[in-house]
C-alpha cells in the first residue's frame, strides 16, 4: 500500500503520538474548515489562505507531539512556549491525556484573530 507523506507520517509514529496526533488533525480540520492540510518542509501544516498557519511535529528528546503556531511570538498564552524559536510558538500536548480541546481552540482561535484583516 503506497501512502501519501503526510499519511505516512501519521503512521510512522510511535505510540502513544501515534493515536494523539491524528486526533489533534481531525479536531483541526473539523472546527477550523477554512484551514488546509498540507506537507511542507516534510511536514504537516495547516494553512490559512497560502499562508502557514500551525503544524503539528514532535519533540526530538522525548518525542511529544506539540502544536507549533507560526506567528506564536504574536500571541500571549500562558501555555505557548517560545523556547529558542525567534517566530513560533508551540503547544505540548500530552499523548497519555485527553486532549486540551479548550485550549487547542483558544489558542487557533486567537492566531486566526492575526490572519484576520483589520
Excluded at 13 to 20: I, N, S
Excluded at 66 to 79: C, M, N, S, T
Excluded at 86 to 113: A, E, F, V, Y
Aim: positive net charge; contains cysteine.
Amino acid at each position: 500500500m503506497n501512502l501519501k507523506p503526510l499519511e505516512e507520517y501519521y503512521e510512522l509514529q510511535p505510540e502513544p503520538t501515534k493515536g494523539c496526533m491524528p486526533a489533534v488533525r481531525k479536531l483541526i480540520l473539523e472546527r477550523y474548515p477554512q484551514l488546509q492540510e498540507s506537507w511542507k518542509y516534510r511536514m504537516p501544516f495547516f494553512c490559512l489562505e497560502n499562508k502557514m498557519f500551525c503544524y503539528l511535529w514532535t519533540e526530538k528528546h522525548t518525542n511529544k507531539p506539540y502544536l507549533g503556531i507560526v506567528e506564536g511570538r504574536k500571541l500571549d498564552h500562558p501555555l505557548l512556549i517560545q523556547g529558542n524559536r525567534s517566530r513560533m510558538k508551540i503547544l505540548m500536548i500530552d499523548p497519555t491525556q485527553d486532549l486540551p480541546i479548550n485550549t487547542i481552540c483558544s489558542i487557533l482561535n486567537l492566531t486566526l484573530k492575526l490572519y484576520s484583516p483589520r
